[in-house]
């Protein structure tokens, strides 16, 4: 019989934090009781918070995949910050708040090559404001798509955004490096928004307060020619 039980995986970048809750709490063993229990539910947590679960990436070409988990909170037509290189036309950014709990591994949305990686320091506002994806520190990775698709050679954008309690963003990706959808390239610690600009002319294909599994859900299809998608909440 097969085994097809597999063990939980977490990001590299959370061990040296799991290795600091787990030695504390056990010095906290030798303090008090209530002091160890505090520490063991702090060090579950971060575990919980770095896991790195397997995720199944919808292969075919012209799909644009979400590139975290998190709640949809924005979907705007704005210009790109020069550095971002998208261009001085509209496009249609997609904001995606995480919060403690979520998935924080970042996911490449599309097949292509990065073109450029921008790094700017900034303010550590509530990622879940609008203001946040102007003024709070941030890395951003613009992509020039491969495929077999119309779009192939356009440009999209992912940002990754700190913020209230996210003080460091991990970005593995480089430039010239070729990607594909579903790949890891990067983390952001604690709580956190990823925004991600679609090609011009190219519709979402979710719609404000819908979760997303990143390297799952689909946020856009460039083959598709349906329209902006409305939603209800519904109990």
């Known amino acids: 019989m097969t085994n097809n039980i597999r ?5 590299s970048a ?17 303090v008090s009781d209530t002091a160890f229990f505090i520490g ?12 790195d679960p397997e995720r199944v990436t919808p292969s075919r070409s012209g799909l644009i995949v979400s590139p975290a988990d998190g709640r949809v909170i924005a979907i705007q037509d704005v210009v790109p910050e020069a550095e971002f290189n998208l261009g001085n036309k509209p496009l249609t950014r997609i904001s995606i708040f995480l919060n403690v709990f979520d998935v924080h591994v970042n996911r490449i949305p599309a097949d292509g090559s990065v073109i450029a990686r921008r790094y700017r320091p900034g303010k ?16 951003a990775l613009t992509i020039q798509l491969e495929g077999d698709h119309p779009r192939k050679g356009e440009k999209i954008g992912v940002v990754q955004i700190a913020g209230l309690i996210a003080r460091r963003i991990v970005c593995d990706a480089q430039e010239g490096q070729r990607v594909k959808a579903g790949e890891h390239f990067g983390l952001i610690r604690f709580g956190s928004r990823t925004d991600i600009y679609l090609p011009q002319g190219v519709q979402p294909l979710v719609c404000i307060g819908q979760r997303t599994i990143g390297g799952e859900t689909v946020l856009a299809d460039i083959l598709s020619t349906e329209s902006p998608r409305k939603g209800e909440v519904r109990l």
């Open 124 to 139: 550590f506002v509530n990622a879940s404001l609008d203001k946040a994806s102007v003024d709070n520190e941030r890395m």
């Open 7 to 11: 063990l939980p995986s977490f990001h």
């Open 14 to 30: 959370g061990w040296p934090f799991i290795g600091l809750f787990a030695g504390i709490t056990i010095l906290l063993f030798f």
């Open 40 to 51: 063991l539910v702090l060090t579950a947590w971060c575990f919980y918070f770095f896991r």
